[in-house]
């Protein structure tokens, strides 16, 4: 066999790997993919404190599966805040239509994405989250994608919510592989991991390599992110997510 074959064999082996989560996702996930987004649920999960019941600040990171037949592949994820005493929240995030992709607007913080129930990653309270908060409403005004939206390998509403993370001292979130758009750094390929305890390179998104104490070594290829994550005991599979015997989210930040 020539070494062209070789090598081609290959790559199609490496690629069958890397489509193998969301092929899993496609035979056991009960999603549906046939639902108009008119119709879909948006109901909230009872993940947050009712805002008028919870007098501290709070700051608090979701994920929940795309719509439709991108939930085999990414999560969509956003962040939702309440300053002391207020009486409801405020959700961050990016979506793909209309001409400014930023929303900021008073809703549920833990609504169902389309259908997609929502997971909390990480949650902040009180004095802590009351700190954060300029900071975060300040790293909002500066994403420097409020007019793009690329579904991949980004700006998406991933690549948003990394930005605010890297931005914000103190918001050190790990967000899950799933989490296509993450990565896309613009026209950089180096920087510090959301969490900010590990470094990244990355071409556009495309391709890149991750290594942090949080985020633990994912490779990154087309987008797909595959790893391993010491600290949690797990695998990461690209569609599928983290595997383990530790569940790294929610993230209780002092």
Known sequence: MSRPV???L???VFLAILLSGPVFMVACSNMDTSASWRDADRSSAGLAPLAAESPQALVQVYGARAFSWRGYFAIHTWIATKQEGAD????????GWGANKVRSYRSLPDRAWYGAPPAL??????EAAARLIPDIE???ADYPYPHTYEAWPGPNSNTFVAWIIRQVSGLEV???????????LGNGYIAETPSGAGYQLSAGGY????AGVREGLELNILGLSLGVDPRH????????????LLDPWPQTLP
């Open 207 to 210: 391709i890149g390599i991750l």
């Open 88 to 95: 409801s929240y405020t959700v961050h995030e990016v979506t």
């Open 6 to 8: 070789k090598w081609g």
């Open 121 to 126: 990653l990480a949650n902040i309270s009180g």
């Open 138 to 140: 300040q790293a909002i």
């Open 233 to 244: 005991l797990a695998v990461k599979l690209p569609g599928v997510g983290s595997l383990g």
């Open 10 to 12: 290959r790559v199609l």
């Open 174 to 184: 790990n967000l899950p592989n799933t989490a296509i758009g993450k990565d896309y």
